[in-house]
């Protein structure tokens, strides 16, 4: 089946530090990918739908400019988490749509532990 | 073996008709959580259940958590075409999925 990478699995970094996540489809192409951020024993919340060369669609109270996100290719979205502090520190999940061939279905990455210290 | 058993895996009824779905886990569930995807779109969280026999409602879908804390169904009164979608449970064991029920509301 489908398969969404994500790199990298867990990070720690410093405050103050940016970050960066890549979200990859490995065998379709996919034109819109979804970033989730999950503190721990908490739902799954919506981030930011990205398109394929355009801007993201950021969900009400995420900050654009603090989330980076970067759709750059139909293969690739990286999420870059900016100046990163401890507040930030969270489970961050993509998934990648795959429109193609009459499917519409969403495969999900297997997730990025980030610790901001 | 998958962790978390959705059922059934589509669903097709008519307007007005109510609904159920079902979440089964192979471990002991301390938050269980239900996601809407409309097609195409991000998940969109609907609520959570950490207590055995625990119920909650949003608007008119209402969910409900077994004493025994491994199941969860998730009831729909009265459906909508607006319901149409995929109801995804999650575990409190993230990131763990069931796999998915499309619902379709038929007018």
């Known amino acids: 089946g489908a398969v969404v990478s994500q790199h990298p699995s867990r990070v720690i970094c410093k405050s103050g530090t940016s970050v960066k996540i890549e979200c990859r489809s490995l065998?379709?192409?996919?034109?819109?990918m979804f970033w989730y951020r999950q503190f721990p024993k908490q739902s799954l919340m919506l981030m930011a739908t990205?398109?394929?060369?355009?801007?993201?669609?950021?969900e009400q109270g995420v900050e654009k400019d603090k989330f980076l996100i970067n759709h750059a290719s139909l293969t690739l979205s990286t999420l870059t988490v900016t100046s990163a502090h401890p507040e930030d520190s969270s489970f961050y999940i993509c998934s990648a749509r795959d429109g193609q061939g009459g499917v519409d279905t969403q495969y999900f990455g297997p997730g990025t532990r980030l610790t901001v210290l | 073996s998958q962790e978390l058993e959705q059922s059934p895996q589509s669903l097709i009824v008519q307007e007005g008709k109510n609904l159920t779905i079902n979440c089964t886990s192979s471990?002991?569930?301390?938050?269980l959580y239900w996601y809407k995807q409309k097609y195409g779109e991000g998940l969109i969280f609907l609520m959570m259940l950490q207590k055995g026999g625990e119920e909650k409602s949003h608007e008119k879908i209402t969910a409900k958590l077994d004493e025994k804390k491994q199941q969860s169904s998730l009831h729909i009164t009265a459906s909508q075409p607006s319901h149409a979608g995929i109801y995804l449970c999650g575990a409190d064991y993230s990131p763990v999925f069931g796999k998915g029920t499309r619902l379709s509301v038929i007018a």
């Open positions: 990205s398109n394929e060369g355009s801007k993201a669609t950021y």
């Open positions: 471990k002991t569930l301390y938050g």
């Open positions: 065998d379709f192409q996919a034109t819109t």
